[in-house]
Structures are given as structure tokens and as C-alpha cells.
């Protein structure tokens, strides 16, 4: 029989239609409820503590400075409250190590100290403990920062400052990765270099304390033969 479709065989597609509808409005409602809950954590309160908030978005590496914070009033749970930047805090001249959003609380956790008075920059990476010296690393050692090319070794940076390790097995989620955080004192130029290698993630860091370093044989972007030592 031609014509239009029977009125029942049009049934089951508006049921469908039906379902749907009602399960993309259950996912967007968890998403509102998720949102709601994360607000009432940290709430905005006129007699609250003064936090710090970010002014405008913060990439990792700035040294932070009057115009880019500003402070309002929040109140929350004390374990939440005690992780952010407070107005009694020290962290004028402090180094962001990860990008924080526009009008972000910032947190203790995101801030280190000024790697040097010369300018240099703070900067953190993740990276596997065997690909770090078994995360045998500590604040004042010198490293290479070296990846793999083409038969070679590419020297990305050489001679870095270690300003701080922070071992990753105590966390909930870094026991099972085995990685370590390392933070290193770099330049400009070494920042870019370190950037495009954690995007690849094919590197390692070779500690160079009381050795000769490839700063010393190689120049940064130099390659040194598979199988050899930089003098």
C-alpha cells in the first residue's frame, strides 16, 4: 500500500524522540546540580575572608604582581578555605605554575616562590619517576632536560635549577602513574622548549650536580649521538 506512513509506524519515533529529550534534560540538570554544589563550597559572603582572585587570565611562568589579583569576601569549609591565598599571604612576587582562569580563588598550591632576582621563571612538570632519576631529585640540583630524536639525544634545556619536588605517590591518583612534580628555574626561550616537549611527553630528566653538563658540550637544541657522553 502506498501513501503516507501508517500512524503506528510513526509511533515508535516519537516515543524515542520522547526518551531522548528526557535523558539529555536529566544530563543537563546533574550539570546545573554539580555546579550549585561546587558554589555553595565557596560562596561569596560580605563577612567572609578576603581571598585572592585572579584579575584576568594567568599563564604559568608570571611573577604576580599588584594589578593581577584583586581580593573578595568568601566563606566556605576550613580545609577549603586554608588552600587559598588570603590577604595576609606573602604572594606579591610569588610565580603562577599553572594557567589560572579570570576571577579563579588562587591556591597555595599554584604558587612558588621566585625562582631567582635575574628574571628566570618557575616552572612545573610532570614526568614519570623513571624518567627523572627514579624521582631522586631535590631543590638545588642542576638537570638536563633531554628527548629522544632520530638515533639521538636532543638537549631541549641544560644546566636547570630544581626549586622544588613534590613526590606524587601520596596522592589518590600519583601512586598508580609513578610520577613526581618537578619544578625548575628557566628562561624565556627555555619555557617555549619545555613546552613543546611536554606536549610530545617523550623526554627525561638527567641530573648533572658536581658533573659536567650538556650546557658545557652541547648547545640547547644540539644533538648528541645515540650512544655517547657529552665532554
Known sequence: MTGSAHPLEAQPRRVRRRRWRGAHLVMVLAG????????????????????????????????????????????????????????????????????????????????RAAATTD????????VERARAVNGRLAP?????????????????????EVLDVEDDRDGAFGGARGQVTITLAVDVAGSQRLAAVLADGDFVLTRVTGAVSAADAVAPGGVVPAGTTPR
Open 32 to 111: 546545573l546540580l554539580g555546579l550549585v554544589l561546587t558554589l555553595t563550597a565557596l560562596r561569596q559572603e560580605p563577612t567572609g575572608r578576603r581571598v585572592a582572585v585572579a584579575n584576568g587570565p594567568l599563564e604559568a611562568g608570571v611573577r604576580l604582581g599588584r594589578s593581577d589579583v584583586r581580593f573578595e569576601r568568601v566563606s566556605g569549609a576550613d580545609d577549603v578555605l586554608s588552600a587559598l591565598v588570603d590577604a595576609d599571604d606573602a604572594w606579591r612576587g610569588k610565580v603562577v605554575t599553572a594557567r589560572i582562569e579570570t576571577g579563579e580563588p588562587l591556591t597555595q598550591s599554584r604558587l
Open 119 to 126: 628574571g628566570r621563571r618557575a616552572m612545573s612538570i610532570p
Open 140 to 160: 638545588g640540583d642542576r638537570v638536563d632536560v633531554v628527548q629522544a630524536a632520530g638515533g639521538g639525544a636532543l638537549v631541549v634545556a641544560a644546566d636547570l
